[in-house]
């Protein structure tokens, strides 16, 4: 893949000029300055289609705009060379990739769909030095994309091990449906994944992820 400088830079030109609109547009931690966050989504489709960004904010420190890939491997280095070349802009940080988060949210509101943490299961397994992580979920939808409670399992992974040692150390997300006693098969509560995880992340190489 090809890497843009001049689009690049030109995005960053134009955020420069402009953000300081999008931050007086904020209600909560919403930002209503619809025209140029699409300008800023329609340049950074230009310099790789699968580049993504979010607003995160706080009552304390500053909002912060985390840039990803959607879960596509090959993509990271545009994220990278994109946020390498960040500039400094007041009250405004610039983050690639979902970083580990702490309380781990106990629910998460998707599309108007409460969705509990609790209501998940997980396996870990490394198969040949390769992770493969199975999620288990009441009712597993024929099109995984179009449902909130895997968009909501995806929110829940980043928090608990981060975009991406997710996209870099899980080799295969699998998705099934949750047995009648999940403990009899020896399954895991999803919000233990991170102690899980952790210890048997430095046992396999960096590799992308499949998903089934």
């Known amino acids: 893949m090809q890497y843009n400088g001049k689009e690049i830079a030109d995005f960053w030109l134009e ?13 909560d931690n919403q930002f209503d300055a619809e025209m140029l ?5 329609q340049r950074l489709q230009s310099i790789d289609e699968n580049l993504t960004f979010h607003f995160e904010a706080d009552e304390e420190g500053p909002i912060e705009m985390i840039f990803g890939c959607d879960g596509y491997p ?3 280095h545009s994220v990278l060379s994109l946020v390498g070349a960040a500039p400094d802009v007041s ?3 610039f983050k690639a ?6 309380p781990i949210p106990s629910c998460i509101n998707v599309a108007g769909e409460m969705c ?3 209501d998940y299961w997980f396996a870990l397994q490394n198969n040949d030095k390769k992770l493969h992580l199975t999620i288990y979920m009441p009712h597993v939808p024929e099109v995984l994309e179009t449902d909130p409670r895997v ?3 995806m929110i829940f ?9 997710l996209m870099t150390k899980v080799w295969a997300l699998d998705w099934l449906a949750t047995p009648a006693d999940p403990v009899d098969y020896a399954l895991k509560p999803l919000s233990q994944l991170r102690d899980y995880f952790d210890q048997l992340k430095d046992k396999v190489a960096p590799i992308g992820i499949t998903f089934h």
Do not use: C, P
């Open 15 to 27: 955020l420069e000029m402009t953000i300081e609109q999008v931050l007086e547009s904020r209600d």
């Open 37 to 41: 966050l699409g300008d800023y989504r």
């Open 74 to 76: 090959e993509s990271i």
């Open 91 to 93: 009250g405004i940080k």
């Open 97 to 102: 990739f979902n970083h580990r988060y702490d």
């Open 116 to 118: 509990e943490l609790s």
């Open 151 to 153: 968009e909501a399992v």
């Open 157 to 165: 992974l980043d928090a608990l091990i981060g975009e991406y040692e």
